[in-house]
């Protein structure tokens, strides 16, 4: 693999537990907040970005590439409601988005069309990752704040179901 695609690659690796760390933290914020239903639905989260970060893992793997792990920030730890909880999942989701959006624009650019392959289904993923925070946003605007709406909220998000693995793949998906 071209280095520099290479080096790209392993940094969106870490980013993708940056992302799972991020919402560990939420969840623990969600804990403090005797909010189990947001704290589960974070957690499914974190599942699902140790999955991504994993597939960049086997991938460089199967590549005969290195990998290279590198720390993982430490992520935010003050929220102030939950709203602000999903506006800022919204917001690190979309940050995501454009890291991968360049990736594969670097991997066209040097002609990896096995790497733009693999990084389609990332591609197709951040529709999810960006409409599932914007989705529980909506709903949060009709509940503004009132602890009864919030509750109805807490048990719809402790439904959440971990992520699966991809039928015929030993990969791991959402
Ligand atoms: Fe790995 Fe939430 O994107």
Redesign the pocket.
Known sequence: MDKKLEKVMNEQLT??FY??YL?LSMAAYFESENLAGFSHWMKM?VQ??IL??MKFFDFLNERSSSIVLEAIDKPLAKFSSVKDVFEKTLE??KK??AS?NDLYALAQEVNDQATCVFLQW?IN??VE?EKNPADILGKLRYVSDQPAGILILDKDLATRQQPVLEPGTERAGA
Request: proline fraction near 0%; charged fraction near 35%; hydrophobic fraction near 25%.
């Open positions: 980013k993708e992302s799972a919402y989260q699902e970005e991504h970060a690190h989701e995501v988005t991968i990332f993923e951040q990752e």
